[in-house]
């Protein structure tokens, strides 16, 4: 009778998903030292803390394998083919805003809009033999995105980390990333697209619509919604 929470193991989602429940009376905790991922909970029964990769807890959560889950909208829409049929938005939490944006070279004065670069792109593979390449590791999101924009003659390659510096190293001519600050875009000499906002995303509280409950753990979900008043 147990209801798995599935939190992010590292850095500031962590953390803050932590000051999130811990305000509502639920204390949340990484037990052991600081490299092991166990987790302990206090302040309410019948929860357990899972910590897993932000990446994965989309995953988690349509497998069915944890009940609730803290990870960015923007990883499960990603990850998550038809998303709504698999989870439910409980809370959007009010931190990790971040928005997915295309980016091109700052140096690029002639390429400002969707547009713009629909056709450098046409312009790349004459003068190239090969499609302009975007890194990005939001494959599913980037694809729809440009697809709905009329944006064709390119190609995703994949960058998993770093990706502002993929230009620089020549390994893209663009690239689609999360930014918030915009500090490292433009210490990368990189200038986001007018009309090329993708998404913006935001730490949300996830429950995986295909986990199956016991009345008890039925019980425990109504106990934790009340808690965290998200009825
Ligand atoms: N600079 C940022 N500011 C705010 N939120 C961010 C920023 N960068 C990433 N995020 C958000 O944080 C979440 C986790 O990002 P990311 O996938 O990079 O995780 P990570 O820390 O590399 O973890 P892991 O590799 O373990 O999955 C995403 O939802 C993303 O939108
Ligand atoms: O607009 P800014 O405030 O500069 O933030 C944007 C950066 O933050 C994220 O990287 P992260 O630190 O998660 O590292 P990563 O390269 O592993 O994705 C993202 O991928 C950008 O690189």
Redesign the pocket.
Known sequence: MTIKLGVPSKGRLMEKTFDWFGTRGIVLSRSGSDREYAGAVEGIDGVELVLLSAGEIPRELAAGRIHLGVTGTDLVREKLGGWEQKVEELAGLGFGH?DLVIAVPAAWVDVDTLDDLDAAAAAFRAAHGFRLRIATKYHRLVREFLRDHGVADYQLVDSQ????GTVKNETAEAVA?????????RANHLKVLSDGLVLQSEATLFRARGAGVTDGEREVLAGLSRQLALD
């Open positions: 971040a980390g770093a990706t502002e990333d999360i930014t918030s600050t915009g500090d490292t875009l």
